[in-house]
């Protein structure tokens, strides 16, 4: 059984913490998976909410059947599995459902990052961790960071990126993009903002450049709880 989980216990947890946490997030199809994968690179560790989500979905676990309880099977492939672009048809143009969803899938992705918080803690307790959530701001989840990363790309490059990528309509990434705040609005809440519209050879730069600002604050933590 999943304990009701509380951002109250994350916060307790992270402020004993010596480790920098960074909150890595942007619209669907900017670049947070190529960004997070470069900063990776340069030794920050990851937790990745998009592969939490499948884990918490694989067959035969309780969420799992929860969804299967409420969807039914018509959202499952051949073998058995979630297909996940025909849930996501099916909740990108139905409110309801779309907060049904989350109210099942949560508690588990919830847990699950707790848990896996809790195991790279104790392994590496003077690290730079980048937790990757799509829907950092949508959930109001920016006080449990200590720096957040916006991932920048406008909304039409979004939408070919993501076209070409996932093979889908343009139809169905707009009703995505309708379900997520508007990037534009995000970067308020940005304390480093990466533009992904060009080449990647300038998303590793900018990259660079606030990697060194995340040392000096990682540094600057561990000195402080000294
Ligand atoms: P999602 O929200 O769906 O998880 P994401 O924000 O993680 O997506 P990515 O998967 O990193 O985005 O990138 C989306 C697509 O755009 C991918 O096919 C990726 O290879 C491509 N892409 C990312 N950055 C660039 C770039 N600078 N130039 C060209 N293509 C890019």
């Known amino acids: 059984m999943v304990k009701e989980f509380s951002w109250d216990n994350i916060s307790k947890f992270h402020n004993r913490s010596n480790q920098l946490f960074v909150g890595l ?6 670049g947070k998976t190529t960004v997070a994968n470069i900063f990776q690179e340069m030794g920050a560790l990851t937790i990745d909410f998009d592969i939490i989500a499948h884990k918490v979905m694989e067959t035969g676990t309780k969420c799992f059947k929860n969804i299967i309880d409420y969807f039914g099977t018509q959202i499952l492939d051949f073998h058995g599995n979630i297909n996940r672009k025909k849930l996501s ?3 990108f143009n139905n409110i309801k459902k779309r907060k049904k969803l989350e109210q099942l899938t949560h508690p588990f992705i919830y847990e699950n990052f707790f848990n896996h918080l ?38 039409d490059i979004q939408n070919q ?7 889908i309509t343009k139809q169905e990434t707009e009703n995505i993009l309708k379900s997520q705040m508007p990037i534009e609005e995000k970067l ?31 540094l600057e933590k561990i000195n402080k709880t000294k």
Not at 161 to 167: A, G, S
Request: overall charge positive; hydrophobic content about 45%; glycine content about 4%.
């Open 161 to 167: 990126r993501v076209i070409i990528r996932d093979n």
């Open 25 to 30: 997030t942007g619209g669907i199809g900017s």
């Open 118 to 155: 809790k195991k790279i803690s104790n392994n590496n307790p003077n690290s730079i961790v980048q937790v990757v959530i799509p829907l950092l701001i949508e959930f109001n989840l920016m006080s449990f960071f200590d720096k957040i990363i916006i991932v920048y790309v406008p909304c």
């Open 89 to 91: 048809k099916l909740v």
């Open 188 to 218: 308020q809440f940005a304390d480093f903002i990466i533009d992904n519209t060009k080449d990647l050879v300038r998303t590793k730069n900018q990259a660079g450049n606030i990697w060194n600002h995340l040392i000096n604050a990682s």
